[in-house]
């Protein structure tokens, strides 16, 4: 389990390499997701993912990063994804 704080350390860490910049970084309760977009860049995680393994968090919050480039799961989405993932 890690604080929010730690969570959002996270998210700015995967922010600079991704390379994109969110506006807001918020938590709250989600029912069916972990995370959510909106198109101005403000992304939402749930307070579920402090209690996930590290990787899987790195899974949630840089697909929610690479959504502030790419709205869609096309190729580019998919190969980049998998790309940070690897490293
Ligand atoms: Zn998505």
Redesign the pocket.
């Known amino acids: 389990m890690i604080e929010v704080g730690e969570l959002k350390e996270e998210v700015k860490r995967w922010a600079e390499k991704v390379g994109v910049s969110p506006k807001e970084i918020h938590m709250r309760k989600m029912r069916r997701k972990w995370a959510s977009?909106s198109s101005k860049g403000r992304l939402t995680f749930s307070y579920d993912l402090l209690a996930q393994p590290e990787d899987f968090r790195a899974y949630v919050i840089v697909?929610?990063l690479?959504?502030l480039k790419y709205p869609?799961?096309g190729k580019m989405?998919k190969a980049l994804l998998r790309v940070y993932l690897q490293e």
Do not use: T, V
């Open positions: 977009c697909h929610e690479l959504h869609n799961h989405f």
